[in-house]
């Protein structure tokens, strides 16, 4: 079968990230390749996220780019596909006439069928349905290769908390959990193909298996921890309201669970907290986090946190601010509230401008680059596992790099933290390689990542002694 070219665009979360690699395996068996070259795709498929405005607006003005291809090339197939396509649905064939298919969040097993019927038929098909069966895949495990280390596996879809601002329970549907066995032999295959660590993913894991009467979060920890020869397990996300004292001790318990969690408070004002339907209160959040440090002193914690909510004071706002100072967290996500049709938010009224908006996000950034950067620094000096997964990204290590022809390879630290390290003139290269667990002395924080140096330099043979040995 002659080989036709996919290039595929994915916006938004891990979730996401996670469905085009399923869409690759799907797509393969009917002869397509993923290529990095948008001008000689065959077929393009754009991955779309709709969880905040600019989300959306990035994929439509993605959609837009794609005109002239089409033009150029009028056997290209184009599809929208993701959570923009489940929420506007034929609206986007109506908009955008050279896309040739629309296709939802639950209607991923049906995409070969669709392509093979759009290149016969010329067709345009839309396919927004709703089913509430979990869909079992090809497993992703068929496109590792050797320099993959780390990979996110589902354990669950859709969402059922309906936090107001929230358009994901809309365009994502009820939360539905995979079995245990389905995520355990998908996982064992990762790690045959030589993936050394997985990210459990879920918009809300701690309620894992509940409704089906599955066993429980921890429980599939445990389990997945059982596999042998896998390195680490992340999982995200977790919702506060769910996270039970079952779940701390598995931090204490389980040796290859990261010390990590990720745990989105959105606001530290209670009032807000309310109209988010959050089900939580700022008190039960500051337990929850004492709780997990009591088992884990040294624990990261992330969150995610919206400023402008509507009908956010100026004491809400400080609410929030106060909540960042007693947490520290290690980093955070931040973001302004925006309007999401389907959330019911966007009829609230007591918007908040988006000069204040800007104003609040200014401010908490600039408070959480202090906390970050205070954690980073308490680092320095310690000796830190890393699981090496590729090389350095310039940016930090640039000012550094000055009089060293050093490989700055790159990885994180248990706590989810990027340290990139070279060896300079002392080491081996050979020695180190994408997938190797690296002790690494840290010499210097940024606010981004950490600098090291591995720790047992195995000094590099000089040129003389190699030629006294040669004579
Ligand atoms: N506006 C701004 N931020 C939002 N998030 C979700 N919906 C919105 C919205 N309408 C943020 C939340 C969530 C993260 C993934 O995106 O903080 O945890
Ligand atoms: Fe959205 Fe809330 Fe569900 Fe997270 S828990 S996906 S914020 S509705």
Not at 114 to 129: A, G, P, Q, T
Not at 250 to 263: E, G, S
Not at 281 to 293: A, G, P, Q, V
Request: proline share 3%; with cysteine; aromatic share 8%.
């Amino acid at each position: 079968m002659k080989k036709k070219s996919l290039y595929i665009n994915t916006f938004g979360c891990q979730m996401n990230v996670y469905d085009s690699q399923q869409i690759i395996s799907q797509l393969n068996p009917i002869g397509y390749e993923v290529s990095e070259s948008l001008d000689e795709a065959d077929l393009i498929i754009v991955n779309t996220c709709a969880i905040r405005e600019k989300a959306q607006q990035k994929a439509f003005s993605f959609f837009g780019r794609l005109a002239v291809l089409k033009r150029k090339k009028p056997g290209l197939i184009i599809c929208a596909g993701g959570c923009v396509a489940q929420q506007e649905g034929k609206r986007i064939l109506e908009r955008f006439s050279y896309i040739d298919l629309v296709f939802g969040t639950h209607a991923l097993k049906r995409l070969p069928e669709h392509i093979i019927n759009i290149s016969k038929k010329r067709c345009r098909i839309s396919d927004v349905e709703m089913t509430d069966e979990i869909l079992e895949f090809p497993s992703v495990a068929s496109q590792v290769t050797n320099n993959i280390v780390t990979r996110f596996v589902t354990i669950m879809r859709g969402c059922d908390n309906y936090c107001t601002y929230c358009v994901v329970p809309h365009v994502r549907g009820p939360e539905i959990s995979r079995k245990p066995e389905h995520i355990i032999d998908e996982i064992r295959k990762l790690v045959d193909s030589g993936v050394q660590e997985v990210t459990l993913l879920g918009q809300n894991v701690n309620s894992y298996g509940i409704k089906e009467g599955l066993c429980s979060f921890p429980e599939l920890l445990r389990l997945v921890s059982e596999t042998e020869g896998l390195f680490r397990i992340r999982f995200t996300t977790s919702h506060p309201k769910d996270l039970s004292q079952e779940l701390v001790f598995a931090f204490r318990d389980l040796d290859k669970l990261c010390n990590h969690i990720h745990l989105p408070v959105q606001s530290g004002s209670n009032n807000i907290l309310k109209r988010m339907n959050r089900k939580y209160t700022r008190e039960l959040y500051l337990e929850k986090i004492d709780k997990l440090r009591k088992i884990s002193p040294d624990i990261a914690i992330t969150s995610d946190v919206i400023v402008g909510f509507p009908g956010e004071t100026e004491d809400d706002f400080k609410a929030t601010l106060d909540l960042v100072k007693e947490v520290e967290f290690d980093s955070l996500f931040t973001f302004e509230y925006s309007d999401r049709i389907k959330a019911p938010a966007a009829k609230f009224s007591d918007k908040i401008s988006d000069d204040i908006k800007n104003g609040r996000l200014r401010e908490l950034l600039e408070l959480q680059e202090y906390y970050t950067t205070k954690k980073h620094r308490a680092l320095v000096g310690s000796n830190e596992l890393i699981l090496v997964d590729g090389f350095s990204k310039k940016q930090d290590v640039a000012s550094d790099r000055k009089g060293s022809e050093g490989i700055y390879w790159s990885g994180r630290t248990s706590t989810n933290k990027i340290v990139n390290f070279t060896s300079g003139d002392f080491f081996l290269k050979d020695d180190i390689s994408i997938g190797k667990k690296i002790n690494v002395k840290i010499e210097k924080a940024f606010l981004h990542s950490l600098l090291g140096k591995p720790v047992n330099l195995i000094p590099k043979p000089s040129k003389k002694k190699e030629e006294t040995h040669a004579a």
